[in-house]
């Protein structure tokens, strides 16, 4: 079966980092998204992985290793307004995304 | 990247009546659209693949009577919950996919349904 793990909650402190980690088993791989989903809203994209490697977008970078079947998302300089689910999700052989249960992040002052 | 438009973005509506939500795409010629439904603290679940000029294709335990998705056109897809019930309260989201070379998903803004 497709399996994407990632914990359920974490906590960070303003200002400070956090890798959020994520590990899957697909039918295939054509790349690993990650989004941020505030409560009751739609997901917003935040990065797309197909080459392992980390990729660098500002505050946040994301990072693949396909051997490991393994990606996280490193967030830095935490705002308050960082608090947020972040869902892990993987396009598998037939381009279908897979999805994880996602990870709520709770930023403290 | 691509816009797409949901409407409407929260609804609540009687126990036994039917609520449509549509989904545009403004500016992308969706030939795939994906309908998901979100229940308080959970993720993503894909209810149905709709594809443009036909039937749509609904994962396991997904009523196709109960949820009917039209895909008429390239720029609109529409998910009709019929008879709703309040176990059908849920966060409805659509995405439309890119092209195989540009393969980010894009969503509307989600339907929140409450039926009371």
């Known amino acids: 079966g497709q399996n994407i793990d990632q914990p359920t909650e974490m906590t960070a402190t303003e200002g400070a980092i956090v890798q959020i980690n994520c590990t899957y088993q697909?039918?295939?791989?054509?790349?690993l998204f990650w989004y941020q989903q505030h409560a009751g809203e739609a997901p917003t994209f935040l990065s797309y992985?197909?080459l392992d490697g980390l990729e660098e977008k500002g505050r946040f970078s994301s990072f693949l290793s396909r051997s490991k079947g393994y990606s996280y998302l490193l967030l830095k300089e935490l705002q308050m307004k960082d608090s947020a689910s972040y869902l892990c999700a993987v396009l598998d052989s037939n381009y279908q995304l897979i999805w994880g249960a996602g990870t709520k992040l709770i930023i403290k002052p | 990247g691509a816009v797409v438009s949901q409407h409407p973005s929260w609804v609540i509506c009687k126990s036994g009546t039917s609520v449509k939500i549509e989904c545009r795409s403004l500016?992308?010629?969706?030939?795939?659209m994906f309908w998901y439904r979100q229940f308080p603290k959970q993720s993503l679940m894909l209810m149905a693949t709709s594809n443009e000029g036909s039937k749509a294709t609904y994962e396991q335990g997904v009523e196709k009577d109960k949820f009917l998705i039209n895909h008429a056109s390239l720029t609109l897809s529409t998910l009709t919950v019929t008879s709703a019930h309040p176990e059908d309260s849920s966060f409805y989201i659509c995405?439309?996919?890119?092209?195989?070379?540009?393969?980010?998903?894009?969503f509307g803004q989600g339907t929140r349904l409450t039926v009371v």
């Open positions: 500016d992308f010629q969706a030939t795939t």
């Open positions: 992985n197909v």
């Open positions: 995405s439309l996919k890119g092209t195989v070379e540009n393969t980010e998903a894009f």
């Open positions: 697909t039918s295939g791989f054509n790349g």
